[in-house]
Structure formats: C-alpha cells, structure tokens
C-alpha cells in the first residue's frame, strides 16, 4: 500500500530522469563500474568492497558511505522499466548495514555527520521508487519494511544533538534531511518534536551561514554559491509539507545582498576565483525556486551581459565578512569577457573550510587569470598537499618567515577584516588587516586604477608582542630574512624575475604583467610544481587533481615590513 511518501517525492523521483543520471546507473548494473566526478572509474564488482579507498581520498569514501550510487540506480530502473537497479540497490544496502549498523564499532566514515543525512534522504528515495512500484519488485514489502527501518534510526541519529553539526553547511543539510524524514516516515514523529527540532534548526543555519552582507561565513566563493543552493533546497523541500509560504530564517535583505555578491564574484568568463575550498565550475542560474530582488543584476553577471541589467556599482564591499570585489566595468557583448576582476579578501567567521588567506587576492584580466590562489585539492586534513594549499604559503599575500597562521577562531578571527573602503570611480582603494599570524598585525592597501588597469599594494607587518619582536630581532641578528611576500602565477604563464631591479614579469595571451617592488628585496626567488621535501608551486583546479603553478617570492629583512608593488601592464 503506497503512503505518503511517494507522493511527497514524486518530484524527486522525476528530476531523476536525466541523461546522465541514468547512464551512471548503467555502468554500475551492466559493467559493474561506478564513477565519481573528478575521480577514474571503480570497478564495482558483484559486492561492493564497503572497506575500499582506491584512491586514498575522504571525499571517494564519503560518496561511497552515503551510498551515493543509489539516484543512479532508481534512474536506471525508472528509464528502462526494469528493476535490476533498485534490486542491486538494496543488496548492497543490507550488507552495509550488517557491517556497520553499530555505530560505536563503525569506522569514522560509515557514520559521517554529513554522509549520514544524505544517506538517509537516498533511502527516502530507494523507499519512494519501490512504493511507487510496488507490483514490479518482487520482495518490495520486505524491502520498504527494511529500509523504514533504518531509515527511523537515520533520523534518531540526526535528531540527538551530539551528531548534530551546528552552525555549518552540514548542520544545514542534516536539518533538512530530518526535517523530510520527520514527515515521511509514517509513526516516527507522533509528537511533532522532531518536526520542530528540523525547523528551528533550518532557521538556525540558514541565518547564520551568510553574514548580514550576504556574504557566506565559510570562508570561499565555492561556499556562496552552495550556500543560496541550500536556501533553495530549504525552501523548496519546507513548502512541500508547509505550502507556499515558509520562514527559512534569512532576511530578504540578506537573501538579496547574497545573490548580488555571487554575481559579483563570478568572473567575466562566469567562473569562480578558486578562493577557500573551491573547484572548478560555471556558475548558473541557480534561482528556480525563490528570485532574489536582484535577479536580473545576477542574470547579467552571469550570463555574459546578454540577459538582464548591469550593477549600478563596479565596486562591491561586505565588510562584515570580508570580501571586496573590483571590475573595471560592466560593458556587455565582445568587451565583457576583457573586463578586470579583482577578489580581496580579509574575514574569518568560521573554522570551517578555512585557508590561511587573509589580505590575499586574486586577478582575472582580459580574459585570462593573472594571480591565482590554490584551490581545494581534498577534504584530507593530514595530506601534505592539503596541508601546502591551506596555507599561507599557496596565496598572494605578504607572511612573516617562521610563523604558521592561526586557524583560531576565538583568539584572530575580530583582527581579520576589511578596514576602509574608497572609489571616485576611476580609481578604488580597499584596506583590510589581519591577526591570524599571532604576535603580529598585518595590513595590505590595494588600490586599482581603472585608467590603466593598474594596481598597488601598500604592505605592513609589525610585530606587537614580545615574542614576536624578538623572533625578528634574532633572525636579523642572525643575517636571516624575516619576511616575505608571494604571488601564486598559472602555470600557463612565462614568468621571469629580475632580483636585482626587484621586479617580475608575467607574459601570457599577448601581455605582459610586470610586479615590481618600490625598493630591491633581499633575495628573489622562482619555484613551480616542487614535490620534496614539501609540496610547493601547485593549484588544484578540480577536486583531486593538481596541476604546477609558479610561486613569485620577494624576501625582505626588515624589523617591520613596510613596502609596496606596482602591477603594471606592458
């Protein structure tokens, strides 16, 4: 007997009929072989290897936990009118859980804060897909009875606090999740506490994931985006049990202030700047559910100014969260794609997803990118290159030498920011400053001059504490240099350093890019694609994958760092 939950997934179930959901459902019934994007093939076999990492990497084995397979495999049934895909399905599903339904015993993954939820909503759907065709499967009762049953316990999982990931992205996607399950499992909810424990939870971290600039808190543009997708989801999913009109917790103000910085931080070839834990992707009209109040302002960023209306402003500040975006102009047809995009970024309001990248920027110029930063790589905290792309080290910024950034909240975080903001409209200047290097204040003036395309950094780093002074006052006593600035360059780019003029040159797509620095460095140096004893000039554009990059460093003995460079076009 169908219940209410194939009706209340039947969208669900429909969106599933694409092309490519489908085709990942084939390969995994007919060639035994399932593909994560951004990952090679797997070979599947008759049973799924439930202890398997071929490729040494968290974000293979949390697809694997979450049984990410299983949208494929409805699909698969669902297109070609068969159930071999659901039967699989359910197969692997069993002995999952009888290897790791004890969650004290289960290793770390099996039981992910995150890969939990969206386990439990695939099971939502496996559940859906045999009720709907119930005649079709031959054990389908059995079937429905167990995957109710673990679905219940997904939801008690979710519903205790102490697995609840408050305040995160994660927080949010489990909230939703139990917020679905609280009103599809039929006698799980009796009391109507879960359902208002998922409520009050969604209003929690939908109005805490974007500051009240709209900026998102967890510290990249990759974030921005994911973060109105998941307010999409919120809505969406609450008014199929609430109707039209449903309180989400985020302000029309802010909703509205986060759509426009996405737009903003689209690049003029409509990609993201892969700043914080960001890959690779075009960014879309997202807004199918809910338009924001500037939809076509968005429309027009990111479709190349073919389609809506152009930003009154080509500067955008969200100081709260510490972002500033620079563009020379909005000008649509052939000259939106030459158009200069600056990022800067100085803000700290989370732990999660946190590089070491206070003060750095990045430059995307006549169609091409200039100065880069590292990028997301993995979701592996040990991993040495992980470990490199995080740091100070993978961003365009100026760092005292010996020091590691601080990712503590409590203790940086106020001391990140973005300080003063100015434009007469041909020229711009932003100031942000940061503490994350503890004992020392930094700060970076950037001023873009749309005149000529140029730029200038204003950089100073002093050290406030004792310790810190004394650190530099050894390292000079000592003839070592106590302080450096760095630029992460595409690999693509021919790069030259001249140390004895204190100047650099970038030369791609025709132009050149000159750095120079107002007085000689110390020393200069030029590295790209180092792997020993560290890791050292890479970027990672997609999830997984890396690729050389140059590394441009000016070194500098000084008790404070006080000094400039010009970005000049030649």
Known sequence: MKNKLSANLNRELVNLDKDSIVEIGRR??????????????????????????????????????????????????????????????IRHARRWWGLFAEQASAPPMAWHDHGTALRARNILLLMAQLEEHHGRYPDAEADIAFLRRIAVIHAETLLREDFYSVGTNHGLDQSLVLFELSQELPGFDADGKATECARRRIAYEIGHAFAPD??????????????????????QRLSAYDGAK??????????????LALAFMSRPDGTLPLIGDTAFFTVRDIFSVKKPGKYSTYLYAVKSGKVGTPPASTDLVLPESGWT??????????????????????????????HDDDLAFSLFAFGAEWIIDGGLWKHQPKDPMRIYLRSAAAHSLSAPLGVEASRDLDLVGSKSRIVSHETDGLRSTVTGESGMFVGFHSQRRLTYDRSRHTLRLDDSISPVEDRAMEMVASSLREGRETFVTRFLVPGDKKVTILPEFGMATITGRGRTLTIAMAIVPVRMRL??????????????????????????EFFHAMSSLDTSFALEWE
């Open 527 to 552: 590295t790209k694609g180092v792997a020993k004893p560290r890791p050292f000039g890479w970027r990672s554009v997609q999830a997984g994958k890396i690729e050389p990059a140059w590394t441009i």
């Open 214 to 235: 709209g900026g998102h808190v967890e510290n990249s543009t990759g974030y921005q985006n994911y973060g109105l997708v998941q307010a999409q989801m919120a809505i």
């Open 28 to 89: 995994f019934v007919e060639n035994n072989e399932w593909e994560i994007k951004n990952f090679p093939i797997w070979k599947v076999g008759i049973d799924v290897d439930w202890s398997a990492d071929p490729f040494k990497n968290r974000s293979w084995t949390w697809n694997l936990h979450q049984w990410a397979f299983l949208p494929g495999l409805i699909a698969y049934d669902r297109r070609m009118e068969v159930v071999t895909g659901c039967t699989a399905g």
């Open 246 to 259: 449903v309180d989400v917790g985020l302000p029309e103000e802010v909703y509205d202030k986060a759509a």
């Open 325 to 354: 975006i620079l563009r020379s102009d909005w000008k649509g047809g052939a000259d939106f794609a030459r158009a200069v995009h600056i990022v800067f970024k100085s803000g700290f309001l989370s732990t999660y997803h946190r």
